[in-house]
């Protein structure tokens, strides 16, 4: 059977290219890119539902049970042509953004949430979103972003986390208040703090709040933290990858939770 689509100057083609790169087309269009049959499960199965789907059957290895109609066939060179990934699975969708406030969040007795403050990199963001997955936090709060938290680079970073944990894009003075309502402590990672994430008790409701590698958190959430903590650094470098440090005390706080 012949591909749906054969030509690279196909206006759907240049659509998903331009969308692939233009952060402030997919917020106009409310659209964004889903590729990879992993990530698509998950946007499927979160229940999202793809304005369209495209595939390469060349590619394809594992299909997807959805109605044929829906999906159209690309070949080969088309969809290497779209794809955002090396090794391309053949399997790429449109789907509209979620939009998600504080308002849909629903928390546990004692909520664990993860406040991200101007991350910039997609990969960091990605790697925040699958540690909050695998710990099953409570909520993301995506604050101050300086990437779009549908970029097509940190969906595929998070390996589709982006659609199993509750997420929300706010400023961060609303996310204080929100948190201050829902009588959450913030902590603060910093390395100019004097004590040591894992000398703090995690089992309280508690929102920590990260910042950016080179910058760290703002004079906002320093201020506003009940608790400051550090991870030791006994080298040269005096902080870690962001997503990293994220996750150190994001476990800490699920030993801790676990083990009462």
Not at 163 to 186: C, H, I, N, Q, Y
Not at 191 to 213: F, R
């Amino acid at each position: 059977m012949n591909p749906d689509i054969t030509s690279l100057q196909n206006p759907k083609v240049k659509y998903i290219v331009k969308l692939r790169e233009d952060k402030r087309l997919r917020q106009k269009d409310g659209v964004m890119l889903v590729e990879g049959y992993d990530e698509l499960i998950l946007a499927l199965g979160s229940g999202l539902k793809p304005q369209s789907l495209l595939t390469a059957p060349e590619l394809v290895s594992r299909s997807i049970d959805i109605p044929s109609a829906d999906v159209t066939t690309v070949s080969r060179a088309v969809f290497e042509k779209i794809s955002y990934r090396d090794n391309p699975d053949g399997w790429l969708g449109i789907f509209p953004i979620p939009k998600t406030s504080l308002d849909d969040l629903k928390l546990s007795a004692s909520p664990f949430v993860i406040v991200a403050e101007s991350v910039e990199k997609p990969g960091n963001l990605g790697a925040i979103l699958r540690t909050a997955d695998a710990a099953h936090v409570d909520a993301l709060l995506v604050c101050d972003p300086r990437v779009d938290l549908w970029n097509p680079n940190v969906v595929r970073a998070s390996r589709g986390a982006v659609f199993t944990t509750p997420t929300v894009e706010v400023d961060s003075p609303s996310a204080l208040d929100w948190l201050r309502r829902g009588k959450m402590r913030v902590l603060a990672a910093t390395p100019s703090a004097e004590v040591l994430y894992t000398s703090v008790d995690l089992n309280q409701p508690i929102a920590m709040a990260v910042g950016t590698e080179d910058e760290g958190l703002t004079d906002f959430w320093m201020r506003n933290a009940d608790i400051k903590v550090k991870i030791p650094m006994m080298g040269k470098v005096n902080s870690l990858n962001v997503s990293i440090a994220t996750a150190l005390i994001t476990y800490e706080a699920v030993r801790q939770r676990n083990r009462k």
